[in-house]
């Protein structure tokens, strides 16, 4: 007999939370921001309108249906299962934090605070929970592409958004950089770090890059099966080159870097202690992931 679904109701900890953990009590939390200009009271309504959501969410699950609650800082920790419907709570960028973690489950987006996000990724609201969830698990969502870092050694980093590859302060990080298939030798290069992007990270850091350098190369979008990758201030010597610093990869290709450094990182949508550490001799390629996240419409 199989499972009844299981509704995974996905949230964050609060600024008004995070700061009477750090303060104390609501007072010397209330002074702390008024020494800087600011009032508790803007805070602590966005956290009332965040509790009402994630309550009037929780009263929709249907009653048949098995429920639970995961924490941003425990997604790593948290086991999902094949009959879950995960119910993200909150902003567009607590979808991509809990991407990393699904293998294929629905993803319903809730917009915690309409009018504060921009609801690309979290397009419903509180009071259509009660519809979106019994649908969840028989129509159709949009399939947005992931990307996927994989060493050498067998680790796996997944993401919504982007993957940056580099070293994990400000210095300069060294590696050979090699495309499959590709005509031409590997080029050995000295940058701070290399973005491999999918087309929903297309607007945020990956479009930084891209219009900062002025690239006329043609950026994916979400459903796209293809990722543009671009590296950060490559440094021209006499052992390292700058002529790959930016390009794509459809279904099937990939970028390889073989570290050339004491030490990188790997880590995606910004979630840097969720990261792979690489040394020296290493290699991690970057590519499109089998795995998509169905995220419901």
């Known amino acids: 007999m199989s499972l009844a679904p299981r509704a995974v109701l996905v949230h964050r900890t609060t600024e008004y939370e995070e700061l009477l953990a750090r303060h104390g009590t609501h007072g010397q939390a209330a002074f702390f921001l008024s020494s800087r200009g600011r009032s508790i009271e803007d805070v602590r309504e966005r956290h ?26 425990d997604l790593d920790r948290f086991l999902f299962g094949p009959e879950d419907v995960v119910v993200v709570v909150g902003q567009d960028g607590l979808v991509a934090n809990a991407a990393k973690y699904l293998s294929g489950q629905p993803v319903v987006g809730i917009d915690s605070d309409p009018g504060r996000n921009p609801g690309v990724l979290v397009r419903h609201r509180a009071a259509q929970a009660r519809t979106l969830l019994p649908a969840a698990t028989r129509t159709g969502a949009d399939e947005l592409t992931m990307v996927e ?82 590296v950060r201030e490559a440094w021209p010597s006499p052992t390292t080159g700058t002529s790959r610093v930016e390009g794509a990869l459809g279904s099937g290709e990939g970028l390889r870097l073989t570290v050339e450094s004491d030490r990188m990182v790997a880590f995606g949508d910004g979630m840097e202690s969720d990261s792979l550490e690489l040394t020296w001799g ?13 995220l419901v419409g």
Request: hydrophobic share 40%; glycine share 10%; aromatic share 6%.
């Open 48 to 73: 009332e309108r965040t509790r009402r959501a994630l309550a009037e969410v929780a009263g929709a699950v249907p009653l048949q249906w098995r429920q639970t609650r995961v924490e941003r800082a």
């Open 149 to 230: 870092a994989v060493t050498d050694d067998a680790q796996r980093l997944l993401a919504l958004n982007e993957i940056y590859l580099g070293p994990p302060g400000h210095q300069t990080a060294r590696y050979t950089l090699a495309l499959d298939g590709a005509g031409g030798e590997p080029e050995p290069q000295a940058s701070s770090g290399v973005l491999v992007g999918t087309g929903t990270g297309a607007t945020g850091w990956l479009r930084s890059l891209w219009q900062q350098r002025s690239s006329r190369l043609t950026l994916p979008a979400p459903t796209d099966p293809r990722l543009a990758w671009f």
């Open 282 to 294: 290493q290699t991690v390629r970057v590519g499109v992931s089998g795995t998509a996240l169905r």
